[in-house]
């Protein structure tokens, strides 16, 4: 399509700026110079895929290499697709805008559950068969990564390599594979019977799933030599790692608009409900010296003036009043704010407030997760009430008058009295302000309670247990609400069918491909938005398959069945999490991984916290 002709189409749409491409730093290729071609699509919207780090860093390291070309997709909006799919427009890359059918590779980042359908529509609108089975040689290699292919069976069906854990080696290793296949003339199955063999990454076609008559898995087969268990890959060095010297800077406002710097992977704290604290062991930590460096030469390539510093944890990071030192020396003359999200209650000191008071003019967001010490025990929180008042009373000392709070509804073994105690600790912490000495003249306090609901994920110690029903996770969102009895705390909730279908999708098999595919054609899409997301319809898909989606989210699992995920090794043993599963239900806490080693089994990679002297 001629440019004239397709700007004007553009002009017919609410954002023409998500689909225009041309934004600063993003990058143009000669095609006749290029080996391989490479679409990097994020299954949601423009402001949301831009805003995401990992696709900075791949979307970098690739482009890197003169013999690739990467280039973005996001899932258009409805009023776009609506354009493409009436002129007949395939779904293009931004760069060239050229079909994405015609790449060597597509390539999703899964961050969500609920991004799946998207992925399907993205496949149809691009015209390429949706169930792998269905493509041959003359298709692009679909493949996968990111937090959600830890479990990546309910969508196996539909992809032909999934990359396990971290990318930025993995990924080139498969591009230089097909590379030389491709030269060779080899065909598609000989290459994913090699790609295999290397070591991160997993081709679903090369296992076979058997199941009992109670609809739990009995036998993971893995066929044509291809490996009986498939490890994650991490990046060990994190001074040495790629990381981009510059951002792509939209012309439209996006979700993150600043730069982004990584300052560590993993998390030391082993909350007992947190897929990415285990997922991402072990903890590697940049130098000060590196991200001090790398986050001015971002901002001296994209003109941003704000710097995100983003990790699990932010204050864990050992070296966190040096950066900020060093930051502070450059970012203040230049007029550059900094956030520091991921704060924790009980390190949270005087001195981080007052380098903070420069940098964080709104309120401070922490996050206890449950309203009672017992709770709070069980998921292995490690945060007493006393700490919470005191980081509370310091930031209201500090001039802050408001906090925000985030809990979690329906963790194991919670009670009615658990939920009253987060109404009583937002009391607690209202009372607290008031009785300050020296508080703020004539300002009143907020404090926000943000709820969301529990959802068990693979690879933690709550992948065992029920989700409550939606009608129980109903009635314990009404119960806190009774408990509130001031203006003074707001509360707001996570909607209760989209974590219903989140729990289900997360520990779900490969029976669910057929569920997925149907929803899909039922009209589901962009299921994490409210306008879009219909639990009717996904009921209906389940209805129609045949399946109980109850069986995968409101079911206890035994220690001894057989998961969909047992094949593929995170780093952390199933031995481990049992144990961790054992001691919740003695709430009993287990201590971080720089006071005591659990021996969750991430040393196996040599490298991180696991190695440094308690």
Known sequence: MDTKTFEKLLLSVQKPGRYSGGEINSVIKDKSKIDVRFAFCFPDTYEIGMSHLGMKILYS?????????????????????????????????????????????????????????????????????????????????????????????????????????????VDLEVIDLYKEYKNCGKSKQEFLEAAAKIEGVYVPSLYNIEYNNDGTISKIESLKSAPKTIRKRIIKDMDQAYYPDKFIVPFIEIVHDRVVQEVFRGCIRGCRFCQAGFIYRPVREKSSDTVNSQAKCLCENTGYDEISLSS????????????????????????????????????????????????RKS?????????????????????????????????????????????????PTETDEDLKGIADLGQKIVNLYYNMPNKPKGKSVSVSISVSTFVPKPFTPFQFEPQITEDEIRRRQEYLKSCITTKKISLSYHDSATSFLEGVLARGDRRLANVIEKAYSLGCKFDSWTEYFSLEKWLEAFESCGVDPAFYANRKREFSEISPWEHLDYGVTKEFLIRENETAHSEKTTPNCREKCAGCGASCYGEGVCFEKR
């Open 312 to 359: 699990l944890s932010t204050s864990d990071y050992r070296e966190i009043e040096p950066l900020l030192n060093k930051l502070l020396s450059w970012t203040d003359k230049s007029h550059i704010s900094l956030a520091l999200p991921s704060l924790r209650i009980d390190n949270f000191s005087d001195e981080m407030l007052e380098k903070i008071k420069h940098i």
């Open 61 to 169: 390291l690739f482009n890197s290499r003169e013999d690739i070309w990467c280039e973005r997709v996001f899932a258009p909006w409805e009023d776009f697709e609506k354009v493409m799919r009436e002129n007949n427009i395939p779904l293009f890359a931004l760069e060239s805008r050229d079909p994405i059918k015609d790449f060597d590779f597509i390539g999703f980042t899964l961050q969500y559950e609920m991004a799946y359908t998207n992925m399907l529509n993205m496949l149809n609108l691009a015209g390429v068969p949706l169930r792998s089975c269905g493509r041959d040689d003359s298709h692009p290699i679909i493949v996968a990564g990111g937090p959600c292919v830890c479990n990546p069976e309910p969508i196996a069906d539909f992809v032909d390599i999934i990359f396990l854990g971290e990318g930025e080696e």
């Open 363 to 411: 309120g401070l967001t922490f996050a206890p997760e449950a309203g009672t010490q017992r709770l709070r025990d069980v998921i292995n929180k490690n945060v007493t009430e006393e700490e919470i008042l005191t980081t509370c009373a310091t930031a209201f000392a500090g001039g802050y008058t408001s906090v925000k709070l985030y809990f979690m509804l329906g963790l």
